[in-house]
């Protein structure tokens, strides 16, 4: 039976609560106590006192390791979960009479080249919401709210595939890719058909994904496991290397309008190919919040934008 320390609704104390949440999501004692701002001591008994209330073994600490027991882990997701709502009925309480904002993630391309005009305009047609853009490559996790959408890219034959359990999403937009170089390259280039784009300087974003299947909707099957080319990791930076005339990239519209109108790059034709979409952007947010009014009018206009 629960000690001295229950309360009129059957709950432990809420410092081994919070206590226990971080430890498994951390994994460590001393991780914890340095989120939580308190000595690993000082955890370790909130987590001890926690597992006394309750009568259930939650951490196995045998051969200096610490991990969640079965139970431990079952009780952790419930546990975290409680919190995260907690943590944001909170944060909308704090809302009320305020700017509704919203905490953005989005894919660093898209984020620098496209969605930060497109939000300075969604503020001004609607001054009551205001987003918090933050780009990264880490998709944010909705589930525990390090953000309360994100948006990315999501290749068609290659993980990991859009949302997920509790998640609701919404495809932005599906756009064609295109070749892009520097003026001076583009000149200097003699293609002839879409073979020829083997011998030719390939850049490329975190892996080969992308080239290896415009080439394969165009009827070439590079030999080997590898192409050509450097590895630039993000698309921003494909798109710079082909600006200062390193070698083509493939892009879509919402990464190199600019620098096509401008004339820093231009679209590269090869005769004899298609037009190839490999994926697409999607919009990813919970479930539960999908229908509030700062989301819901987000997507709404990010959908619109998109789509023009």
Do not use: K
């Amino acid at each position: 039976m629960p000690g001295a320390g229950v309360t009129a609704l059957g709950l432990p104390p809420f410092a081994a609560l919070r206590a226990f949440e971080v430890l498994g999501r951390v994994g460590g004692i001393r991780r914890a106590g340095q989120e939580l701002g308190l000595d690993h001591t000082v955890v370790s008994r909130h987590v001890r006192a926690l597992e006394d209330w309750l009568g259930v073994p939650l951490v196995d600490r045998g051969g200096g390791r610490v991990a969640l027991t079965e139970a431990g882990r079952a009780y952790h997701a419930r546990v975290s979960a409680a919190i995260h709502d907690l943590a944001a009925a909170t944060r909308d309480a704090m809302a009320t009479g305020t700017s509704d904002a919203v905490r953005l993630w989005a894919v660093p391309g898209l984020a620098t080249q496209w969605l930060s005009d497109q939000l300075a305009d969604f503020e001004r047609s609607d001054p009551g919401f205001a987003v918090e853009l933050r780009p990264t490559d880490a998709c944010a996790n909705l589930a525990q709210f390090q953000a309360d959408a994100d948006i990315r890219f999501y290749g068609d034959d290659w993980p990991p595939r859009p949302g997920g359990p509790g998640l609701q999403t919404l495809e932005l937009a599906r756009p064609p890719l295109m070749i892009v170089a520097s003026p001076q390259l583009a000149a200097s280039l003699d293609l002839t058909c879409a073979a020829d784009l083997l011998s030719a300087p390939l850049l490329h974003e975190e892996h080969h994904e992308q080239w290896r299947a415009w080439l394969a909707h165009n009827g070439v099957t590079p030999t080997g496991h590898m192409l050509g080319g450097p590895l630039l990791w993000h698309a921003h930076l494909a798109v710079a290397a082909a600006r200062q005339g390193r070698g083509l990239a493939l892009a879509n519209r919402f990464l190199v309008e600019r620098d096509l109108a401008s004339g820093a790059l231009v679209a590269v034709a090869v005769p004899g190919t298609q037009t190839v979409a490999i994926g697409s952007y999607w919009f990813v947010a919970r479930a539960d919040r999908w229908s509030s009014p700062a989301i819901a009018r987000l997507r709404t206009f990010l959908r619109q934008r998109a789509g023009e």
